[in-house]
């Protein structure tokens, strides 16, 4: 018990939280300007998996991202055109790009590592550890927040970008409108088609820097659907920080302190399966205190192409 | 004349998608260095190339056509009910606990323990309805999180209150149900059992329900635009709380008759892991909830569950492979293809 | 001549919305182009706006043939286009809104501050009072309005397009605007409106194009016509004047007594001891400028929202806060007041819209299951004998015109034949041939023995129909007057918020 | 190799290889054990001159179907593995009376049936003593996939070796709720070690890829499941406890090519040989660490030794109550 908040659990919460943080993140994009993207997952694992790979090919972490987002971008591209162009019905295609980037993964890893459920090697190298200067330097908040990888100070980063640009800029807006009303932004001559497209690759990107802190920032290693299922709770965090990024910070961050928790719980005397369970009851009491408005528009969308 | 030209494209669609699913497929196949004839030939095989490749086909199609039709129903009237995979597992769990507690067999066990099981699962989608129309949680969020609360739960209580302790292995898992109270086969020697019987009936039932009863048109209504069913005095909360409660009955029935019909016991992870719910809630939104569409897509996309073991069984091509194709075909099918739209890209593009 | 739209032809298929139109347009000219609900005229507008490419056709600006592939190159043009459905974002403020796509900016930044500025002296400079930081979504109908034409103003716009401007306008509104209409032409602008209101068009236009089944039945100088002559090319023959006979004194049917609502959440006053009666035989017209608490009266009545205090009577049942249904059964047949948001399921077929609320009827249905035969036959009677235009009675009502839709539904109500019936706006954006049958069911209806009440913000309207009319402002009844003594005049000063008598 | 079994028509099977399926509840990459039958099979297949296929499911549901087929395909033995396919092996196997099955890690009581089942329990037992002996902070972690009975062979075994030894070590013991989540696992590992574990032994299937990683970060030591995972790690993976199911798979297969196949249960302990914990009961191409040393290697030898003659009970947990 004594073990319950100890200096780590920060440090813990923040590596649990980056990639749905990350991931959802790209869910709020997404679903700012109308799109309501079930596919985080999949995205997250494509990432995940093209990370490692490269990253035994080139031996260089820094390339490997670039290609993790290269490909992803490109695999989102896939998703945009099915959703945007095809007009295919957005929670189909985003379970169907899950599953067949669970597919194509595990296709990969066979044809190209002949291994099955995990590759991993020693010489490989992951993603260093920042010790941020100042930060470092502050005795008691070096320890929670210093040490972290790149990726993670990076989630931040993209938070507060993410925040400026649909606050400040005018590109934002224009995300904004065709989110509230396609049909209005098209009529003012603003390419609809044109800016979702950028969101669901925006999405591409951070869902690709979500699953290589995964596989090259927690872990130097890839598995057999590795994500376990975090795009689908990116996508709660999406949701209950109404795709505000700030929200999402904090719906991402309660869920990945909640886990931290649960795992020190584990030593008492409560069936584990309950301790389990804590982050997601714990996220549906939060939904009484923040509600839900935001979605319901992106929601409406995919329920029109439904029916 | 008119109707008849929405009804081939109505066809055009999935034709075309099943060609570009299986071209890509094609692709993937040369890949791993197979014979494309031989692998597709397999597939069809495991699917429904004899009797007992067709009956396990149907077999496997049960709980998804049952969770599709809860899927549907929900639709129907306005709600996305994510939750079905929650719904499934409370439904077979209970009726896994129930089926072994009661002191008789037979049929009236069978009864008992279904409904049990369809009512637990019924309230647990009734819950979810209950926090949105009564604090305003998104069902959306809350029917998602509450598969995980579900799975983890039901496998607390076949771990810890409900194990069976009598075989050897520690699985997490209730015991057998007694031979008098199973869901009898349909075809001796086949699986197939008298679940899918209730899953045609079903589906013909809400399919009844919905096209032809006042009810059915309540939901209809509601699901099309809430404000004009208040306007012309539907009950939006009686309607959504029983809509949804069907939703949860119905998607836990496909755990029920699963449990009764084809494991004879909960085990962990059984009806989660092969995720019948999501491909019963694909079903359901490729065929626009509607009841017989849904069963008619469930048993295709069960079908290439099945076809994929049998390219498994017989070729080198790795069972990945199945999983690709069978995602590119459900990508392709929910695309809106159409003449119109071919038609119209062509215009643009000249 | 500015513009040109020479031999423009339109097809959906095998459906030609357009035939070969001839139009022009002139500087400094106020264009009205009238014609029934589906004549094609906003098909002809939205090509001239590039949202729709003319499938033959050519349109000339300023002696040179143009094509317009996207409202970019529109507004490129100087044409500006203020649409019948608002193309506004709700989130959005006023500046917001009215600069969108062509946002003052600090290099990416957005200036927000420079926006309301600007569009602060835009409004200031065209006469228009509004404040720039309001939330477009709380702002009246008649803000929005404003914040579409100060969009194409902000956008720098020659020609406006004005598509039905005035449906949604309170009487006060619309003068306001056509006079700012007329301000607009004198500042170099020219427009082109498009109205069903004949009125309108007499008192501000100086040509009007007419349209008919997508083709030009002529093109007038204003001076030199009438109503008379505008209709008969608009409906292709005489309107019928329908008088109202004399009353015939007959029970009370609805009874309101001191009725009051207060907003939950604000704890405003909506409505404030209301009391009133509608007898047999007679229609009695609620006038006033909306969001003087008529929505919220018909909620009252219609068992959609609830009352703090009074009552609600009708045919002697008490119904003070019960359900829609009960009130329904007691004898209530409802025109809504925004046939999208209440009155209809856009998606459904004709037969599910035209069933709500008749399904239970023991006609249509045994023990829960309805009989398919009967409802078939009763919708298809019914289409046919209020003149609702469709292929079929299983598309889906999202396909029909904002005229025949409206057919749909009051055929719907006043075919139940209750006791009451409650028209609310029943003439909203309705041609004028669909507005003279509308009239003349609830005349009938009427003369039947039934009680209609009629709230409608079209004087006209009330004038036309009602054996009495009363006035709200602010959510009280502020006056009542027998058909004979009510005008057009008395009744503006009471709308107003002025005193009478 | 599909054709031979196809083509392969009974008039003609006397002359033909016998053929074997080694069918599985799951896609190998699950469990590495996979691999070992797989593998063990295939070795003994060669030697006996017998055709073997190996058939994956996607999902412990397809294995009952994948069973039916293997017996309508006419394969001579048909060998699988792990509880998930206890029930349906029990149902085909009652149905097909006269055909060969074999089970390992599981036990289905049916005279046509072979299973194997193993004390894993007796090996977690020394890993806990070998762990409790090194420990320097006395405390020492295990990090488990799920909270389910069947690991308790793991968790309650290493829990009592650890106390046989030790009996002040704390242990801490977590769960990480998925089978597959290393990222989890890594964390929990972390987690143990702030809070004094300097040993924290992987039971996370291929979650313990995670532990291991967290390891050799952090510098505290771990040991591996099934196979010798020193290899990999020997600085800090420093054990491996052993599950040699592909000696068991060699066995049933061999026997069965040799014409010596008998049915019936058979159990595999330390004193089969069918587990073990590396150093200790089976040499390993890595050094010994010196957080372990041979003094205490000797001393867990010894109750090892004294578990084979009974003098040591450890009892299979899922039969304590
Ligand atoms: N300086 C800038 N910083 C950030 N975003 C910008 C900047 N300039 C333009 N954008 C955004 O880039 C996109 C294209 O810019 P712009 O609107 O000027 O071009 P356009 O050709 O008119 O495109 P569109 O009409 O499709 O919006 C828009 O989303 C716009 O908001
Ligand atoms: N995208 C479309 N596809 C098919 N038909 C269309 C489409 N848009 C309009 N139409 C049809 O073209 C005709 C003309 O429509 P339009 O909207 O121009 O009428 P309108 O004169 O503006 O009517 P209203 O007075 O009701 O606004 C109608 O019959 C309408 O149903
Ligand atoms: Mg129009
Ligand atoms: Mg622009």
């Known amino acids: ?307 | ?350 | ?501 | 190799a599909e054709e031979s079994s196809n083509g392969g028509e009974s008039e003609a099977s006397n002359e033909e290889a016998k053929t074997v399926a080694v069918v599985l509840t799951d896609q190998i990459g699950v469990n590495p054990f996979f691999q070992q039958i797989s593998d063990g099979a295939t070795k003994a297949a060669e030697e006996t001159g017998l055709e073997v296929n190996v058939i994956e499911s996607s999902d412990p549901t397809e294995i009952e179907q994948n069973l039916q087929v293997a017996v309508a395909d006419g394969y001579d033995l048909i060998l699988t593995a792990t509880f998930d396919a206890v029930d349906a092996l029990t149902r085909v196997a009652e149905q097909n009376p006269d055909q060969d099955f074999a089970i390992i890690d599981a036990v289905v009581d049916l005279p046509n049936v072979k299973s194997a089942e193993f004390r894993e329990y007796e090996a977690s037992f020394l890993l806990g003593a070998t762990a409790g002996l090194s420990t320097q902070t006395n405390t020492v972690g295990i990090v488990l996939a799920m909270d389910v009975p069947l690991l308790d062979k793991y968790k309650v075994g290493f829990e009592e070796g650890v106390a046989h030894v030790n009996s002040e070590a704390e242990i801490l013991s977590s769960y990480v709720g998925s089978f597959e989540d290393p990222a989890k696992a890594k964390e929990i590992a972390l987690q143990q070690h702030a809070n004094g574990a300097d040993f924290i032994a992987a039971a996370a299937a291929v979650s313990d890829l995670g532990v291991f990683e967290a390891a050799a970060e952090e510098g505290f030591y771990t040991s591996g499941q099934d196979i010798d995972r020193t290899v990999n790690d020997p600085e800090h993976i420093v054990l491996s406890q052993l599950k040699n199911t592909d000696v068991v798979a060699y066995d049933f297969v061999k026997e069965y090519g040799e014409g010596e196949f008998t049915t019936g249960t058979q159990s595999f302990g330390l004193a089969e040989g069918g587990v073990g914990v590396t150093f200790v009961t089976a040499e390993s191409e890595s050094e010994l660490s010196d957080f372990i040393g041979q003094e205490t290697i000797d001393e867990v030898i010894a109750i090892k030794d004294q578990i084979i003659s009974g003098e040591v009970e450890v009892q299979n947990p899922l039969e304590q109550e």
């Open chain 2, 1 to 350: 004349m008119n109707k008849l030209k929405t009804n081939a494209t109505l066809f055009i669609q999935p034709i075309l998608a099943v060609i570009v699913g299986l071209l890509v497929g094609t692709i993937a196949i040369m890949l791993s260095g197979e014979s494309v004839a031989v692998t597709y030939q397999e597939m069809w095989k495991g699917a429904f190339g004899n009797l007992y490749f067709l009956t396990n086909t149907l077999e496997r199609a049960i709980p998804i056509i049952l969770a599709g039709l809860g899927v549907a129903f929900a639709f129907r009237a306005g709600f996305f009910n994510l939750g079905a995979e929650g719904q499934l597992v409370m439904g077979a769990v209970t009726t896994a606990i129930i089926t072994v507690s009661l002191p008789f067999q037979g049929l009236l066990n069978m009864i008992i323990s279904i409904v049990a099981g369809m009512l637990i699962a019924g309230l647990y989608s009734f819950f979810a309805g209950w926090m949105e129309q009564r604090f305003q949680i998104n069902l959306l969020i809350s029917t998602l999180l509450l598969n995980y609360i579900a799975v983890l739960f039901a496998g607390y209580l076949v771990s810890e209150p409900f194990r069976d302790t009598s075989s050897a292995g520690g699985v997490p898992q209730t015991v057998m149900v007694d031979q008098a109270s199973r869901l009898p086969k349909l075809i001796t020697g086949m699986n197939l059992h008298y679940g899918f019987v209730i899953a045609i009936i079903l589906a013909i039932v809400i399919a009844f329900i919905m096209k032809r009863t006042t009810f059915g048109y309540e939901v209809k209504m509601l699901g099309q635009n809430v404000f004009f069913a208040q306007y012309g005095g539907i009950n939006r909360k009686k309607t959504m709380f029983i809509s949804l409660l069907i939703s949860g009955m119905l998607a836990g029935l496909a755990g029920s008759v699963e449990v009764l019909g084809m494991h004879y016991r909960f085990i962990e992870g059984a009806l989660s892991n092969p995720q019948f719910a999501w491909t019963g809630l694909m079903a359901a939104l490729l065929a626009n909830s509607n009841p017989v569409g849904t069963t008619i897509v469930a048993i295709f996309l069960a079908a290439l569950d099945t076809g994929s073991l049998g390219v498994e069984r017989n070729t080198d091509v790795p069972n990945s492979i199945s999983g690709i194709i069978q995602a590119v075909l459900i990508l392709f099918i929910s695309a809106k293809f159409s003449f119109e739209f071919l038609k119209q890209r062509k215009k643009e593009g000249k």
């Open chain 3, 1 to 501: 001549m500015l513009l040109e739209l020479k031999g423009i032809t339109k097809k959906y298929g095998d459906f030609t919305a357009n035939d070969h139109i001839d139009f022009s347009l002139n500087k400094q000219e106020i264009h009205a182009i009238v014609g029934e609900n589906g004549a094609g005229k906003t098909t002809l507008m939205r090509m001239l706006y590039g949202m729709e490419k003319p499938t033959s056709g050519e349109i000339v600006i300023a002696g040179k043939s143009k094509t317009i592939d996207n409202p970019n190159d529109a507004i490129a043009l100087g044409i500006g286009m203020v649409h019948q459905h608002f193309m506004l974002f709700p989130p959005f403020t006023i500046a917001e809104n009215v600069v969108f796509h062509h946002e003052p900016r600090k290099s990416w930044r957005y200036d927000r501050k420079k926006a309301a500025e600007e569009v602060s002296q835009l409004a200031k400079k065209f006469g228009m009072n509004i404040d720039p930081l309001q939330i477009v979504g709380d702002a009246p109908v008649g803000i929005q309005q404003r914040v579409e034409i100060l969009k194409v103003l902000y956008q720098g716009a020659d020609v406006i397009i004005l598509d039905e401007p005035t449906a949604v306008l309170t009487p006060l509104e619309v003068k306001d605007l056509l006079a700012s209409l007329r301000e607009l032409v004198k500042m170099g602008k020219s427009i082109i409106l498009i109205t069903h209101k004949l009125n309108e068009v007499m008192a501000v236009s100086d040509r009007v194009t007419v349209l008919r089944d997508g083709k030009v039945t002529g093109t007038l100088e204003t001076r030199e016509t009438n109503p008379e002559e505008l209709s008969r090319l608009m409906v292709g023959r005489e309107l019928k004047n329908n008088p109202l006979p004399e009353k015939v004194k007959g029970k009370e049917v609805l009874s309101i007594k001191n009725v009051s609502m207060t907003d939950k959440d604000s704890g405003k006053s909506l409505l404030e001891n209301i009391s009133f009666q509608v007898q047999q035989g007679e229609i009695v017209g609620i006038a006033g400028v909306s969001g003087n608490g008529q929505s919220e009266l018909i909620q009252a009545i219609t068992g959609l929202a609830s009352v703090q205090n009074g009552s609600v009577t009708l045919n002697g049942t008490e119904l003070t806060n019960q359900s829609v249904k009960q009130i329904r059964e007691a004898g209530l047949a409802h025109i809504p007041e925004d046939r999208y948001l209440w009155g209809a399921a856009k998606e459904a077929s004709l037969v599910d819209n035209m069933m709500m609320t008749d399904y239970v009827k023991q006609e249509f249905q045994k023990s829960g299951v309805l009989k398919l035969k009967n409802i078939r036959k009763y919708v298809t009677d019914s289409i046919k004998k209020f003149n609702v235009k469709t292929t079929s009675i299983d598309t889906s009502a999202q396909f029909l015109s904002g005229g025949n839709l409206q057919k749909l539904i009051a055929a719907r109500e006043i075919q139940k034949n209750t006791p009451f019936l409650l028209a609310a706006e029943p003439t909203r954006g309705v041609d004028i041939g669909a507005m003279e049958f509308i009239h003349e069911q609830l005349i009938e209806k009427r003369n039947n023995g039934d009680a209609v009440l009629l709230i409608s913000s079209e004087l006209s309207e009330i004038l036309a129909l009602s054996d009495r009319v009363l006035v709200m402002y602010e959510g009280k009844i502020a006056g009542e007057f027998e058909r004979n003594e009510a005008s057009e005049e008395k009744l503006s000063i009471l709308m107003a918020g002025g005193r009478n008598e």
């Open chain 1, 1 to 307: 018990m004594e073990s319950l908040f100890d200096l780590s659990l920060i440090n813990s919460t923040l590596r649990m939280m980056a990639p749905l943080l990350l991931a959802g993140l790209g869910g709020a994009i997404c679903s700012r300007v109308g799109v309501f993207n079930v596919g985080l997952d999949g995205l997250m694992l494509m990432g995940a998996f093209l990370g490692i790979a490269a990253n035994a090919y080139t031996n260089n972490v820094w390339l490997a991202i670039l290609i993790a987002i290269i490909g992803t971008t490109i695999f989102s591209a896939l998703y945009g055109y099915m959703m945007i162009d095809l007009q295919a019905n957005m929670i189909v295609t985003g379970i169907a790009m899950n599953f067949l980037s669970i597919g194509m993964t595990t296709f990969a890893l066979r044809t190209i590592f002949d291994v099955q459920g995990a590759y991993y090697n020693n010489e490989m190298q992951g993603l260093p550890v920042w010790e941020i200067p100042v930060i470092d330097s502050i005795p008691l908040v070096g320890n929670l927040l210093s040490g972290q990888s790149p990726i993670v100070y990076l989630g931040i980063v993209c938070t507060i970008l993410m925040y400026i640009f649909f606050k400040k800029s005018v590109a934002g807006s224009h995300f904004d409108a065709v989110g509230i009303n396609p049909t209005a932004a098209k009529s003012q001559g603003i390419k609809v088609r044109r800016i979702q497209y950028l969101a669901v690759l925006i999405s591409g990107i951070l869902c690709a820097l979500a699953g290589a802190q995964l596989s090259l920032g927690q872990v130097t290693m890839f598995s057999e659907n590795m994500t376990a299922g975090r795009g689908f709770i990116a996508l709660v965090a999406t949701m209950l920080g109404q795709s505000n990024p700030i929200g999402v910070f904090l719906s991402s961050g309660l869920f990945g302190f909640t886990e931290a928790i649960s795992i020190r719980l584990q030593g008492l005397n409560v069936p584990t399966n309950f301790t389990l369970m804590l982050p997601y009851v714990i996220t549906i009491l939060a939904m009484f205190i923040f509600k839900d408005k935001n979605q319901l528009s992106a929601l409406k969308n995919s329920a029109g192409s439904s029916r």
